[in-house]
Nanobody, 115 residues
Framework: QVQLVESGGGLVQAGGSLRLSCAAS????????MGWYRQAPAKHRELVAH???????NYVDSVKGRFTISRDNVKNTIYLQMNSLKPEDTGVYYC?????????WGQGTQVTVSS
């Protein structure tokens, strides 16, 4: 069974940092795009960042210069380093992996940034 398990969320003050991890079971995603979405209360889920199998990242404008996505295909894990966090970054962060058979999602991890 394919699983994506996130970790690293928590409560942090504005200006602080967190590092999210998303571990995949097996190597099914090693040749796939993976990334992070987030969903704030009463808002739609939005794409935060994704990374290609070759390591090319892409970010939503609101996190450029503050967040860094990376992947380790040996460990089947992707990361999201979040610096200079703002209250508007608060939400549940979900990792995903897109393969030819569909998209798989993690269970989500809560990130709360206090002002």
């Amino acid at each position: 069974q394919v699983q994506l398990v996130e970790s690293g969320g928590g409560l942090v003050q504005a200006g602080g940092s967190l590092r999210l991890s998303c571990a995949a079971s097996g190597s099914i995603f090693s040749n796939s795009v993976m990334g992070w979405y987030r969903q704030a209360p009463a808002k739609h889920r939005e794409l935060v960042a994704h990374i290609t199998s070759g390591g090319w990242p892409n970010y939503v404008d609101s996190v450029k210069g503050r967040f860094t996505i990376s992947r380790d295909n040996v460990k089947n894990t992707i990361y999201l380093q979040m610096n200079s966090l703002k209250p508007e970054d608060t939400g549940v962060y979900y990792c995903y992996g897109a393969v030819s058979g569909g998209v798989y999602w993690g269970q989500g991890t809560q990130v709360t940034v206090s002002s």
